[in-house]
């Protein structure tokens, strides 16, 4: 059974983005992103799109759950980028790291692009 508890979310200065990690067994991976969504709408004024629109809950956590399950899995990435923000899920070893930022901070200052 899922734990509906708030994982901690945490704030990387190095690379500019809100983060968490979690068990996906234990925890939805939709409960995380929703509150990385919530601590990145605390500091930064940007246009949220549903959570539904970017992805199915239940596709995404049977993803990552059956992913843990296998002897050799190595790690999954998957990346999401639309609108204003990027969002990166890295599971391996029975938990999923999940980052979240805005456009803006992929962007490298130094390439004048």
């Not at 809100?18 to 990385?36: D, M, Q, S, V, W």
Request: some cysteine; overall charge negative.
């Amino acid at each position: 059974m899922m734990n509906e508890g708030r994982p901690v979310v945490n704030y990387d200065p190095d690379n500019d983005d809100y983060y968490t990690e979690i068990e996906p067994g234990k925890t939805k991976p939709t409960i995380a992103i929703i509150c990385l969504f919530d601590a990145l709408d605390a500091y930064e004024d940007i246009d949220i799109p549903q959570l539904y629109h970017l992805l199915n809950p239940d596709a995404l956590s049977t993803l990552l759950i059956s992913h843990n399950r296998k002897e050799v899995a190595g790690t999954l990435t998957l990346e999401y980028t639309a609108g204003d923000f990027h969002l990166t899920i890295s599971c391996s070893d029975g938990t999923a790291d999940i980052r979240l930022r805005t456009n803006d901070a992929l962007e490298d200052p130094d390439d004048p692009a």
